[in-house]
């Protein structure tokens, strides 16, 4: 079993910063891509930034320059950063993993639970 655990959400007002972080744990053998998504009510699920095994990362256009994928490899974990928020930020930010569970397992996708983050004043 493999579960990814994400904390870090909240509200913060306009300009403001929150960090994410999401842990994978459970039975893994190698975690490969993560990402955060986000879904705001009513609109379809989005990738927000991406980082590789190699730490090569994307964005999406609207938090270039605001926003800051990392991960810590030793602790299968990956982080946003998530500076100068604005309200249009506001959603339901998913942890995304490609994790292999054992040397001759497939990879699979897997999802966090989510966690608000709420930006208002």
């Known amino acids: 079993q493999v579960q990814l655990l994400e904390s870090g959400g909240g509200s913060v007002q306009p300009g403001g910063s929150l960090r994410l972080s999401c842990t994978a744990s459970?039975?893994?053998?190698?975690?490969?891509?993560m990402s955060w998504y986000r879904q705001a009510p009513g609109k379809e699920r989005v990738l927000v930034a991406g980082?590789?095994?190699?730490?090569?990362?994307n964005y999406l256009d609207s938090v270039k320059g605001r926003f800051t994928i990392s991960r810590d490899n030793a602790k299968n974990t990956v982080y946003l950063q998530m500076n100068s928020l604005k309200p249009e930020d506001t959603a339901v930010y998913y942890c995304?993993?490609?994790?292999?569970?054992?040397?001759?397992?497939?990879?699979?996708?897997?999802w966090g639970q989510g966690t608000q983050v709420t930006v208002s004043s």
């Open positions: 980082i590789s095994t190699g730490s090569s990362t």
């Open positions: 459970g039975s893994i053998y190698n975690i490969y891509d």
């Open positions: 995304n993993a490609l994790i292999r569970r054992g040397s001759w397992d497939p990879s699979n996708y897997y």
